[in-house]
């Protein structure tokens, strides 16, 4: 085959040299290179399209319909990018084979400065103030609390992921209580950044850090592994459907959800208008821990939506499997192989740009604001529509032609920068750095037009 290396005497190949060279370029820039996971892209791609749909989707509880369907994107697309946050950390420090020495220095001094980018991009965005809360702070929280356990097995990551999707519910949920009650107040400026990142945020890492760990726990595995995949799928979206069906009957079993909210606003110290409650006084229903709805930060939730977030996970890695030795299966496997990576490659592409994309619709939607149109709350999924295809086209487009994404390629180049490779190897799977998934855009609140992620 000619190549712009490698002209032929064939006046023909010659002249396909170049639209040939040209093609491969960019097949390559749409793969990745070698040290990318597609599988891992194309989860982040449905992340960042569930964000937009959690954003300016128009949804309802009938599954019956396509809103309805639209519907699950609202909370599970923020804890899928959290999960493959985790994924991608564990990536770029190593795999299945942590780093060890300088290189995991040099690692953790990058994944650093990158949590410092995503903090300096949210200020930018924040200011915009286009009613979408912002999840990239946390993030940059997130990055740094996983810092001390990357070097931890995938058991202890899964065993320690476990633990807080059951005990950080509860801090979640009772922990803003007590510091009110007790005359202390809960942070709502800058100067309780941390108390609002681990406890009072709407992302609080005491239950978030569970679906970090969770990937992180992944990512320390053998994703070549068919096993691997598999039971992702299975314990994933089992996990999920028995968390669902517990938490139904438990809910049931007090009333339903409705009671438990009127209980709630009865005893809860931020709809006290009058007295504030003591320490003494009736303290919010252990029955709001039964709930597993978006946000709600509930054990069931948790448990739940970190199920499901694992089981899209392990089909992403099934569809996005390479193709290998003929070990991995013969031709028509193979071509079934090339066939899924191109039909997802869109998908691929919004994942791997996930920064730049997150930021590109958070900049549409404050635009078309200035102009009177709010697509927080448009009629219809005209906009949504189009915004999806928009993204899938021009993150294509622009990963065929230039490869990593403008935001992507600006973080990478800063953390080299500042922390140069003691070594090539540490270059080996440059694509995989953690700036490829750290926002997710977000929601709840008092604002009435703020949608859920």
């Given amino acids: 085959m000619p190549t712009l290396d490698q002209p032929s005497a064939a006046p023909s190949a010659v002249s396909r040299g170049p639209f040939r060279g040209a093609f491969d370029r960019m097949s390559r820039n749409l793969l990745g290179g070698p040290g990318r996971v597609p599988g891992a892209d194309i989860a982040r791609g449905i992340a960042v399209l569930g964000m937009f749909t959690a954003h300016m989707g128009v949804t309802s509880d009938d599954i019956g319909t396509l809103e309805g369907w639209l519907s699950l994107a609202h909370g599970r697309s923020s804890i899928l990018f959290a999960t493959v946050a985790g994924l991608s ?42 009613r979408v809360l912002l999840i990239l702070g946390f993030y940059a929280a997130y990055f740094v609390l996983a810092l001390p356990f990357l070097r931890m097995s995938p058991a202890r990551l899964a065993t320690t992921a476990v633990l807080i999707a059951v005990v950080g519910p509860f801090l ?13 107040r809960a942070p709502h400026d800058g100067s309780g950044a941390a108390t609002d990142f681990l406890l009072t945020g709407h992302y609080p890492a005491v239950v978030w850090m569970a679906y970090v760990f969770a990937g992180l726990a992944v990512g320390r595995c053998d994703l070549r592994s068919p096993a691997l995949r598999l039971g992702l799928v299975a314990g994933g979206f089992g996990l999920a459907a028995v968390s669902s069906l517990v938490s139904a009957f438990l809910v049931a079993g007090v009333g339903g959800a409705e009671a438990i909210e009127q209980q709630f606003t009865r005893t809860a110290f931020e709809y006290q208008v009058t007295t504030p409650p003591t320490l003494t006084d009736p303290w919010p229903p252990l029955a709001g821990l039964y709930l597993e709805g978006p946000h709600d930060d509930t054990m069931f939730e948790a448990l739940g939506s ?30 079934a192989r090339r066939v899924a990576l191109a039909v997802t490659a869109p998908l691929a592409a919004v994942g791997a740009m996930a920064l730049t994309v997150y930021s590109a619709q958070i900049l549409v939607i ?19 529509g189009v915004m999806v295809l928009c993204a899938l086209a021009g993150a294509t487009l622009w990963r065929a032609l230039f490869g990593r994404g403008p935001l992507e390629r600006v973080f990478t180049g800063i953390a080299r920068k ?36």
């Fill in 418 to 453: 500042a922390f140069p490779t003691p070594g090539r190897t540490a270059d080996a799977a440059p694509d995989t750095a953690p700036d490829a998934a750290p926002d997710a855009p977000s929601d709840p609140t008092s604002a009435p037009a703020q949608k859920v992620t």
């Fill in 306 to 335: 970190g199920g499901f977030a694992l089981g899209v996970l392990g089909l992403c890695l099934l569809v996005g499997a390479r193709g290998g030795t003929s070990a991995d299966g013969g031709p028509v496997r193979q071509t």
């Fill in 366 to 384: 404050w635009w078309w604001s200035r102009t009177g149109v709010d697509l927080l709350v448009y009629p219809d999924n005209g906009p949504l």
């Fill in 172 to 184: 979640a949920y009772y922990g803003p209580e007590a510091l009110l009650r007790a005359g202390l």
């Fill in 89 to 130: 950390l564990a990536l770029f420090t190593g795999g299945a084979k942590p780093f060890t020495g300088e290189l995991m220095r040099t690692a953790r001094a990058r994944i650093l400065v990158r949590a410092v980018l995503l903090l300096a991009l949210v200020a930018v965005l924040d200011l915009l103030d286009g």
